[in-house]
T-cell receptor
Framework: DAGVIQSPRHEVTEMGQEVTLRCKPI?????LFWYRQTMMRGLELLIY????????DSGMPEDRFSAKMPNASFSTLKIQPSEPRDSAVYFC????????????FGQGTRLTVV | QQQVKQSPQSLIVQKGGIPIINCAYE??????FPWYQQFPGKGPALLIA?????SEKKEGRFTISFNKSAKQFSLHIMDSQPGDSATYFC???????????FGSGTQLTVLP
């Protein structure tokens, strides 16, 4: 398996524009997570899905953020409208049901909002 | 209740030294404590993990020490190498819940 695949790797956009980040989890994994990493706040969980259903979105900072998982092999995180304070590295991770199974992270999308 | 506190923020050691990174948690419901290693431009990757029914776990040069009564756990890297230079995150998870709560990270530099 190629691991968790995220796209794009880098995104630069202007304030006010819509940004869509994409993630393909590892095949067979039934949990998918979106994290945001910044110097100030570290790694924060934004939202996670189980079997394509959002379970906990309490980490989503504002209504400008939304996430979907239309099927087991694809998820998106959308920011609309984007703001400079959204600049961060966004990671997607996946894991499977079981006791303390490992979460596998993608390489991240570095978002810069200017 | 969900916080995991990690220290130090950064650490510099000479090759062969034994860096120690410490974490403390508050939520006694946490029962799985992994450490993740992250290299620049990469996502975090699982390094080693421990459950609270043991006080120590060793994998190669990496050892986790766990003190349940103090709600603390630490990572020791024996015979550290320049290739160990990375950011290390402790984390905690509870039961069947899948979401990890991460510490703030420690940037380790091992000098040649």
């Amino acid at each position: 398996d190629a691991g968790v695949i995220q796209s794009p790797r880098h995104e630069v956009t202007e304030m006010g524009q819509e940004v869509t980040l994409r993630c393909k989890p590892i095949s067979g994994h039934d949990y998918l997570f979106w994290y945001r990493q910044t110097m100030m706040r570290g790694l924060e969980l934004l939202i996670y899905f189980n079997n394509n259903v959002p379970i906990d979105d309490s980490g989503m900072p504002e209504d400008r953020f939304s996430a979907k998982m239309p099927n087991a092999s694809f998820s998106t995180l959308k920011i609309q409208p984007s703001e400079p304070r959204d600049s961060a590295v966004y990671f997607c991770a996946s894991t499977e049901t079981g006791v303390n199974t490992e979460a596998f992270f993608g390489q991240g999308t570095r978002l810069t909002v200017v | 209740q969900q916080q995991v506190k990690q220290s130090p923020q950064s650490l510099i050691v000479q090759k062969g030294g034994i860096p120690i990174i410490n974490c403390a948690y508050e939520n006694t419901a946490f029962d799985y404590f992994p450490w993740y290693q992250q290299f620049p431009g990469k996502g975090p990757a699982l390094l080693i993990a421990i459950r609270p029914d043991v006080s120590e776990k060793k994998e190669g040069r990496f050892t986790i020490s766990f003190n349940k009564s103090a709600k603390q756990f630490s990572l020791h890297i024996m015979d550290s190498q320049p290739g160990d230079s990375a950011t290390y995150f402790c984390a905690a998870n509870k039961g069947s819940a899948r979401q990890l709560t991460f510490g703030s990270g420690t940037q380790l530099t091992v000098l040649p």
